[in-house]
């Protein structure tokens, strides 16, 4: 089955404890993409990938990093996390970086930081 | 805001009734897209709609889509307790794809 596979997809953790979030798909798709989502903020845009060893800031990316050294994987890392990071963030991949192709969506990870 | 307005923001009809969900925007677009999330879930692609086109299909999908006016629209026809969820657009413009606020569907059976 083609998806996007998120893990862990519930995360509680104190701040300043470096976590990782992973994120992989099956698709062979070059695109990839982390957001998070807030109330009221809806989806931003943290990191993006356009292919192996290409990544780029998105609209949020401060306090995250990212990195692409095998296509079906784009985990995300925050090195010292804060309670302002405490969001559900998602992962989606698309077959390239043209815009005629949709987005698939991970499950989701909901991170709490306290 | 670079998001886009979409309304309404909440939205609640019985089952069999059609939904309609509008999204504006301000600025030229690409495409604009169409996804549905289930309550904390991914979201799920559900149709995209090219600039240079006015209508499309998908099953009970209909997207239009008045690039004069800057606006598009689903509608969700014979609603389903199933299709209760939050809809989102997402306009794909300077290399960018910035999705809407959303509108929340509550279909009662």
């Known amino acids: 089955e083609a998806q996007v596979t998120q893990n862990p997809r519930y995360l509680i953790t104190v701040t300043g404890k470096k976590l990782t979030v992973t994120c992989s798909q099956n698709?062979?798709?070059?695109?990839m993409s982390w957001y998070r989502q807030d109330p009221g903020l809806g989806l931003r845009q943290i990191y993006y990938?356009?292919?192996?060893?290409?990544?780029d800031k998105g609209d949020v990316p401060e306090g995250y990093k990212v990195s692409r050294k095998e296509k079906r994987n784009f985990p995300l890392i925050l090195e010292s996390p804060s309670p302002n990071q405490t969001s559900l963030y998602f992962c989606?991949?698309?077959?390239?970086?043209?815009?005629?192709?949709?987005?698939?969506f991970g499950s989701g990870t909901r991170l709490t930081v306290v | 805001s670079q998001q886009g307005e979409e309304d309404p923001q909440a939205l609640s009809i019985q089952e069999g009734e059609n939904a309609t969900m509008n999204c504006s925007y301000k600025?030229?677009?690409?495409?604009l897209q169409w996804y549905r999330q289930n309550s904390g879930r991914g979201l799920v692609h559900l149709i995209l709609?090219?600039?240079?086109?006015r209508e499309k299909h998908s099953g009970r999908l209909r997207v239009t889509l008045d690039t004069s006016k800057k606006s598009s629209s689903l509608l969700i026809t014979a609603s389903r307790a199933a299709d209760t969820a939050s809809y989102f657009c997402?306009?794909?413009?300077?290399?960018?794809?910035?999705f809407g606020q959303g509108t929340e569907l509550s279909v009662k059976p």
């Open positions: 989606a991949s698309r077959k390239n970086r043209d815009y005629e192709y949709g987005y698939t």
């Open positions: 698709m062979n798709h070059e695109y």
């Open positions: 997402a306009r794909a413009q300077g290399g960018k794809l910035i």
């Open positions: 600025t030229s677009i690409n495409n």
């Open positions: 990938s356009m292919n192996v060893e290409v990544t």
């Open positions: 709609i090219r600039s240079n086109e």
